[in-house]
């Protein structure tokens, strides 16, 4: 294990390519004890290094086939999609990352569980996102709960674990293949055929998660029946510009450019303000605002928070304007 008594020392036992995006690793103790447990949904940060002298931490999901719910795994499993556009986080698992290395972890966290209920858990993963699920699914199928799983990717040659999965829900995997059918998964469709007492499972891109949100919202779903985690981390939208954060208690100033988060200019500048997801859906980066005008972009704030604009989220709000005063 390594030094810091809250992280882990891991070792990498096994990378290969499951596809020309996907990488697979497999994590052991450096040390060869037990690792911490987990449960379906779980993730793991990683410390990445961005290759320009700073490094950053990254979430993967924790993968299980096995029967769901591990109490003292001897490995850990992740799967990283390779974002050429990122700020080189997945560059560095997939290019620089090589089986025999050792990488600093966090334990698991599971910000995105399993929810009892009568009715069916109704996964929908897209892209990458389907690494939390893969696990649910298990989850569920080991306890003979009723699942079902729609797996969306731009093609099959880019999606991950078809054999797996296809093997432990036969008829309950759903596959959308977007070249294939010349359309992107049909969300009203799938929301269209779950039953009341059904729970939805969400982990993909932005849209589509978007989608999710606003169409359950629009047919008057219970929030509570929907559960969902972003895979990626935020990316630049067009319009994005630079602005200026002025903190109230400091009177410093700085420049927050286009492709970064406020946060991670704090970061940059010495600053040491709290953040956990780092993707707009724990909460933990709140500030109040004092001044300007928030662009929101969290999944975290209810509409009426938002109108109100007086807190903002750091790690992926941004200002609307030139200016924004943090009161910190
Ligand atoms: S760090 Fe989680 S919402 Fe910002």
């Known amino acids: 294990m390594a030094s810091d008594p809250t992280t882990l020392r891991l070792r990498v036992a096994e990378a290969r390519e499951l596809n020309p995006l996907v990488r697979l690793f497999r994590l052991r103790a450096d040390d060869g004890a037990a690792l911490p ?44 999609r390779k974002e050429a556009a990122g700020r080189g986080g997945s560059r560095f698992m997939h ?9 600093e972890a966090e334990p698991p966290k599971n910000d995105f569980p399993l929810h009892a209920g009568a009715g069916r858990a109704v996964l929908l993963a897209g ?13 569920r199928r080991a306890r003979g709960l009723p699942v079902e799983l729609h797996y969306a990717g731009r093609s099959r040659a880019q999606m991950a674990f078809l054999p797996e999965l296809g093997e432990l829900l036969g008829t309950d995997l759903l596959l959308h293949d977007d070249e294939a059918k010349g359309a992107p998964f049909d969300v009203g469709a799938l929301l269209a055929r779950c039953d009341p007492a059904d729970q939805l499972y969400v982990c993909g891109p932005k849209p589509m998660l978007d989608a999710v949100l606003a169409q359950t919202q629009a047919r008057g779903w219970n929030s509570d029946r929907v559960h969902f985690e972003l895979f990626t981390a935020p990316v630049v939208e067009e319009g994005d510009h630079a602005f200026e954060v002025e903190l109230a208690m400091s009177g410093q100033r700085f420049t927050v450019p286009a492709d970064q988060s406020i946060l991670d ?42 109108a109100a604009g007086n807190v903002i989220q750091i790690c992926i709000s941004r200002a609307k304007g030139q200016r924004l005063v943090l009161d910190l």
């Not at 993968?63 to 719910?69: Q, R, S, V």
């Not at 389907?130 to 989850?139: E, F």
């Not at 709140?286 to 001044?291: E, F």
């Open 127 to 139: 892209g990458i996102g389907i690494t939390p699920l893969a696990s649910m699914a298990a989850h």
């Open 265 to 306: 200019c704090l970061i940059e500048h010495g600053c040491d303000p709290m953040f956990d997801c780092k993707r707009g859906e724990c909460g933990v980066c709140a500030v109040p605002v004092i001044d300007g005008e928030i662009d929101h972009r969290d999944y975290v704030l209810t509409a009426r928070e938002k």
């Open 37 to 80: 447990g987990f449960e379906a949904g779980a993730h793991i940060r990683v410390r990445v290094d961005l290759g320009n002298g700073q490094s950053d931490w990254r979430h993967y999901s924790l993968i299980d086939f096995a029967a769901g719910g591990q109490q003292a795994p001897a490995e850990y499993l992740i799967a990283v």
């Open 95 to 103: 290019e620089r990352l090589r089986e025999g290395d050792t990488i």
